[in-house]
């Protein structure tokens, strides 16, 4: 009897080691190039000598920041093109691909050894001598805004990149001046490091005649990747492929482009030899982008009934020493997307200042800004139940926006598209047995254990971009195949089941007949698009290729007019088929396939494209939590989300998404912080020693629920639910810790959420 695999059509595959990782290609004559990186977080560069390292066995060459000095290199900029507060701009430091006069934090790249061996490479980078002048350091976002502090650059006053508001300032103010109680809270969402189960690598290669160079490297979609490389190098963008591979795991910290793939791409003109870089976990620990590093002071004003009234929030986002692309993007635009979150608040006001310091940079994790904004809101709102003495649930109840108002104009003028927030928390309340928790408490406290509970409801955006639209391709291949094509680097999506699924649907074909396909760099068809960021791919290129499928049926019923004799009135198309109504006579789609050539001319080919929208994903969760005070551990005794990310594709999908992203979330609530030592600028969570990972026991029992409104802003009436784990976890799980430790008298505890921290509370709480 064959063997039946269920789940999707890609695990296969991935699991049983068949997948190929930048790491796993090589080339002909490659040569290994090794980073020598900055040792200290912020010094004066006074001379580098790599004379030794020229001279040791197997060394090629070694490429420092003199070298590049007249390479013609641009400074990578930034997404951000609005202004901010005052009408001034982003302030962009000017990032060198290796360092040269100076280093601004522990990992910055300052030179390239390239060689026969990774070893020999490995080797010679320690016999390159750097003399530094040690500079003061600043690093923490509230070290960097104090008056006094250490400046990064000198036209960069008080640390501050960006100033960004949004919002009626005048309007909120004289509302909180009236209110008959504010609540206020200061929180911060740690800075936390993405490591993705594949390290960064690239192997770059350069065909001299034909002057264009072949990346292979793990990246989060071509269209959004190759940009930013073609105009940090110079290199015409025709001129770079971007060969396609899987990607081992991204999080947002591969959605542009680094200094070192330009590196990469000097010298392998320069040698004429392709060059591998597989970097070690210690460097993406301190040089892949790391995410969150917020904190906020968040304010709510109620009336004597608990209704918001207004809502004010001061963000300072650390950035580290350099701008990533997306990174102010993250903090400014996204976060404000949701300032009010699920609630109908008339006015509000936000202000975000970006702060430089000496740090590895920042850019989108997980969630990228809307955890945040959730994490604080929500915080609020429990506190605010608190002070009011008003249940946590019925006091947002008294505030959601109800179903009838959807579209919803929020306090920073985002409209939500479609919603129905009550029925969310109703539903989770009832699938966590909430009613019955105070029992449960109880049993808890008589075997010494403190036990909580908490709620959050939350929304966030999805979709979006920067290209205006996204592009995909239907194709017809030999064998009754069809081919999906499209811009895009799945990394743990799904994509391989779902397109497919989506096209099957449309032309009444098995899925397993479709097959979704990169773009061929050898053989590309110019197709326009966005990466994989920000729970939109299949939003944006679902519904690309939704439409592309409907032209196809259009093409068809052409062919199968012809075909049939037949007016095309009097054909309609069902499973696969266009029959002439009322009678037995039909012809199916791919039997008007096989009577062309597979090739680019195949009449049935289509293309189809999306322009940008957003829709607005949302849920209700809750967590129950125990507290051993002997130890302070936390753990989680059933967590319960109930989402809303409009029509489903593929239920098996939405589930996967769902458990990784709430895991990655309670990751950063219970352990995991990119911890700087505040005096030095040193990193002192750089290996798996340090570094606490989430892993699946983590969260036993997680159920997760679908109450869905379908979305009206894109054809497949989808949502996107990548990230809602990220974003409802870290209210939900802080919120039923503090409740845990309620009798105590504590009403707040920073993540992460540690059994050091918690204990150290529960200690300090039993003192007074």
Known sequence: MAEVFKGRREDRRLMTGVGRYTADWDLPGQLYGVFLRADRAHALMRSVDATAARKHPGVISVITGADLANAGFKFPGTMVSYPGRGGQSVKVPQRPCLARDRVRFVGEEVALVVATSKLAAQDATELIAIDYEDLPVVAHPEDAVKAGAVQLYPDIQNNICFDYEYGNEAATDAVFAKAHHVTRLKIESQRICGNPMEPRAALVAYDAAADRYDVYTSNQGPTMFKPGLAYVSGVPPEKIRIMPLDVGGGFGLRSGSFPEHVVLMYAAKALGKPIKWVGSRFENFVTDPHGRAIVIEGELAMDQGGKFLAIRTNWLADQGAYLTAAGPLINTANGMLTLSGVYNIPVGYGRHRLMLTNTTPTGPYRGAGRPDMAYICERLVDQAALEMKIDRAEIRRRNFIPKAAFPFKNAAGAVYDSGDIEALINHALEASNWSSFEARRKQSSANGKYRGIGCATFIEPAGGGAAPKDQAAVRFEEGDKIALIAPITPHGQGHETAFPEIVARVLGVPPESITLRGLDPHHSIPLMGNGV?????????????????????????????????????????????????????????????????????????????????????????????????????????????????????????????????????????????GYYDRSNGQFLTGTFMDYYMPRAGLVRNLQGHELNVRSPTNPLGVKGVGEAGTTGSLPTVVNAIVDALKPLGIQHIDMPCTPARVWEAIQAAQKH
């Open 533 to 673: 960021v920000g729970s939109r791919t299949a939003m944006h290129y679902g519904s690309a290729l939704k439409l592309a499928a409907g032209e196809v049926v259009k093409k068809g019923l052409e062919l199968a007019s012809r075909k049939l004799e037949a007016a095309p009135d009097d054909i309609e198309f069902k499973n696969g088929r266009y029959t002439i109504k009322g009678t037995g006579r039909s012809v199916g789609l791919f039997d008007l396939a096989r009577e062309h050539r597979p090739d680019a001319s195949h009449p049935l080919n289509a293309n189809g494209e999306w322009t940008l929208s957003r829709s607005f994903p949302s849920g209700a969760h809750v967590a129950e939590v125990e507290i051993d005070p002997a130890t302070g551990m936390v753990d989680i005794i059933q967590y319960t989300a109930v989402d809303d990310c409009g029509d489903i594709i593929n239920h098996t999908l939405v589930e996967g998404q769902l458990h990784g992203s709430v895991l990655q979330g309670v990751g950063q609530v219970l352990g995991e912080i």
